[in-house]
């Protein structure tokens, strides 16, 4: 797949399960383009069209939960879309061979900009940010839901152990010593973790959060 920086990538309406733990995409473009960090957009057609699920009900049993977007160097905007049934751990404990942070994304160097997506049910058991983790980026959330609802014992919040039981942002690079947060108009619910902040867990970041909501 050749990528030109500001591409934008459309994923039709259907429900999608991922049959394995995906690429890590590293801000690589078309051989002979430069750009770091690359602009990459991620589209669904609509939180209840376009549904990626990381368990795969194949023959035989379950497979996964599986992480669907892990990228550094890359400013990634992922818009109308449900992300759910998420881990970079799968049942068996193997994981992608990347960062344990973020169940459903990460991002390192680079961005992170959510419009309009529903994460449900998302887990990064000992490590931290259970839906997003975002190292030496700025991160921003528009009309976007974290809910732990769950019939699944795989995604109980008493289960996760790192810091943020739905969103984690810190800083180690001097290149971006305090990441810029921005959340707005969302909700986040049925959320906990066993380590530091039970919704959102930042570090060296300076954050704005208008309109939105937090319930048990």
């Known amino acids: 797949l050749d990528v030109t920086d500001g591409d934008t990538i459309v994923i039709c309406d259907g429900w999608f399960h991922l049959h394995a733990q995906p690429y890590h995409w590293n801000g690589d473009l078309t051989p002979g383009v430069d750009v770091s960090p690359s602009t990459l957009t991620i589209r669904g057609v609509g939180k209840g069209d376009t549904v990626i699920d990381g368990i795969n009900p194949a023959d035989g049993g379950d497979t996964g939960p599986y992480r669907p977007f892990y990228f550094e160097n890359t400013n990634l905007i992922l818009e109308d879309m449900t992300i759910m049934n998420t881990s970079p751990n799968d049942y068996w404990g193997d994981d992608d061979f990347g960062s344990a942070n973020g169940g459903a994304v990460y991002v390192e160097n680079g961005s992170l900009t959510v419009n309009d997506v529903d994460f449900i049910n998302s887990v990064s058991a000992d490590s931290s940010g259970q839906a997003i983790a ?8 528009n009309n976007s839901t974290f809910d732990n ?5 795989w995604f109980d919040s008493w289960l996760n152990e790192g810091d943020g039981g739905a969103v984690y942002v810190s800083s180690n690079s001097s290149s971006n010593p305090n990441p810029t947060v921005t959340i707005d108009n969302s909700t986040f619910q049925n959320l906990g973790t066993q380590g530091n902040g039970g919704a959102i867990a930042l570090y060296c970041a300076d954050a704005t959060i208008s309109d939105s909501y937090f319930y048990d």
């Open 149 to 153: 609802t769950t019939g699944n014992s």
């Open 134 to 141: 975002v190292i030496n980026a700025d991160l921003e959330i």
